[in-house]
């Protein structure tokens, strides 16, 4: 389920806290500490400190979105660069490029456009990666990641596509 509290004004989660999509309207919310205030982004409730986990983000045929996880510390007031130095570790689709968010970008050569995307955490060993869930073919895998004994989210940064939590 995705973190009411984290949500960006602009994004508007769907009762169920599966679905979210970006607006035209900002929304009258609280800005509490929790909140993105200036990026379209969106946490999940639950954060991982340990073990093995996955699930899947239903894409669509969006054009622009990236999807993740982030550091529970991660900068939420301003812009922000979302890439692995910051404490998230997602892969985008943006202007039609395919990127992981390494520093710098990574470029990702792919012939084809995941509808689903499924996420890998191994929070024991660092281990971050990105897959088509459809086909299970691997899009990216991050080198070791430092959670600096955080709690990991998933995180969503949602542009002009409607993204949902599958699992």
Known sequence: MLDLDTANPWLIVSEDQKSVRRDDKQQDLPDNPERFDTDPCVLGCEGFSSG?????????????????????????????????????????????????????????????????????LDYDRGQVAFFDADNESLIFTFPLASFMRERIHPWLWVWNSPLSLCH
């Open 52 to 120: 093995r986990h996955y699930w899947e983000v239903e894409v669509g045929d969006g054009k622009d979105w990236a999807v993740g996880v982030a550091r529970e510390s991660v900068r939420r007031k301003g812009e922000s660069t979302f890439i692995s130095d910051e404490g998230v570790w997602a892969v985008q689709r943006w202007g039609g490029q395919f990127q992981a968010l390494t520093s710098p970008v990574t470029p990702l050569s792919m012939n084809w456009v995941p509808r689903r995307v499924g996420i890998y």
